[in-house]
């Protein structure tokens, strides 16, 4: 069975490297996706990675990894489905009941991560509607965090 992990980037995030690079840097979001790849192809582990700024395409394609949702024409075999999610929620962390939802329905265990520290910045990115069910949290970390997600979800979750 391949393992397989799943990396999920929020609305934003496609400007990573020009948006606020004071605050998020200047690696790009391709950087980090090819990156990852690499990382993750050493690990023995395959990476899918999705970027939407639309919180209803992240919960279809939260669906789609449990062989589910709107855009599969039939369920994934078991040897298909995604076995651990990574995701940068982006500003849907603090707003969005149905990301949160959508990754309950699956039972697929996962990471939330941020590049910067939510907990160092405005009083409402304190808040996630995530953390509580997530296996692990990384923040303020940089794009150093992906490293370490994957790293994490590799060698210490069951994927």
């Known amino acids: 069975m391949t393992r397989r992990i799943l990396l999920i980037n929020g609305p934003n995030l496609n ?50 990894a449990a062989g589910w949702g709107p855009n599969c024409l039939h369920d994934r075999a078991p040897k298909e489905r995604v076995s651990a999610i ?18 309950l329905a699956v039972d697929i265990p996962f990471v939330e991560l941020h590049v910067s520290n939510v907990h160092a910045r405005e009083p409402f990115r304190k808040h996630s509607h ?9 923040c303020g970390m940089g794009v150093y965090g992906y490293t370490a997600a994957i790293e994490f979800a590799a060698r210490h979750m069951k994927v």
């Not at 990382?39 to 999705?50: D, H, I, M, P, Y």
Request: hydrophobic residues 40%.
């Open 15 to 64: 400007l990573l490297g020009k948006r606020e690079p004071h605050i998020y840097g200047s690696t790009t979001l391709a950087d980090v996706e090819a990156s990852a790849r690499t990382q993750a192809s050493s690990l023995g582990v395959e990476l899918e990675t999705f970027q939407s700024n639309h919180e209803g395409a992240i919960v279809d394609r939260i669906q789609e």
């Open 130 to 138: 995530l953390s509580d069910r997530a296996v692990a949290v990384i």
């Open 86 to 103: 990574i995701i940068n929620p982006g500003a849907l962390t603090h707003t969005s009941v149905a990301v949160r939802d959508a990754l």
